[in-house]
């Protein structure tokens, strides 16, 4: 609901939650129920948050919402303009010495400035995880075929 409610403020442009005005995304996200990392700069973000369906992509004067995919690397975030670029990092990842989990997920980076804290500020927004072997090898052969183009 949440998410919603920022995804509805492009149409109008002001950020709210639950109808009112959104003071900062370091609040908003930081007190969200699916909050994963509130209030920390984990991986240069405020908060990670588990939300679906993603927010609506797109950008006005007072947020910008972009879609893409994120990889957990254990003391943060790595977010990709795709999938298939990410699940390359993934499998690459997986066959390194490092021991994070390296999951992946369809994901939305939220940002917006605090008037508050003046300064930009960034969300991370979890959708869907990619975790089937499969499937993060089908985008990792769709990533090898563009860079072979």
Not at 35 to 63: I, K, N, Q, S
Not at 118 to 132: I, K, P, S, T
């Amino acid at each position: 609901m949440l998410v919603q409610a920022f995804t509805a403020s492009l149409m109008d442009g002001q950020p709210t939650v639950d109808g009112e005005p959104a003071t900062s995304i370091c609040r908003s996200y930081g007190s969200h129920p699916g909050v994963r990392t509130p209030a920390t700069e984990r991986g240069g973000y405020c908060a990670v948050v588990d939300h679906a369906p993603l927010p609506a992509a797109g950008e006005d004067d007072e947020l910008s919402v972009h879609h893409g995919a994120a990889v957990d690397i254990g003391d943060g975030w790595a977010f990709f303009d795709g999938l298939a670029p990410a699940a390359c990092f993934v499998r690459a990842g997986l066959r390194s010495n490092l021991s994070p989990s390296w999951d992946l997920f369809e994901a939305a980076e939220v940002r917006s400035w605090c008037t508050e804290h003046c300064c930009d500020e960034l969300a991370l927004v979890l959708g869907r995880q990619v975790y089937e072997a499969a499937e993060i090898d089908g985008f990792f052969a769709q990533f090898a075929a563009s860079l072979a183009a």
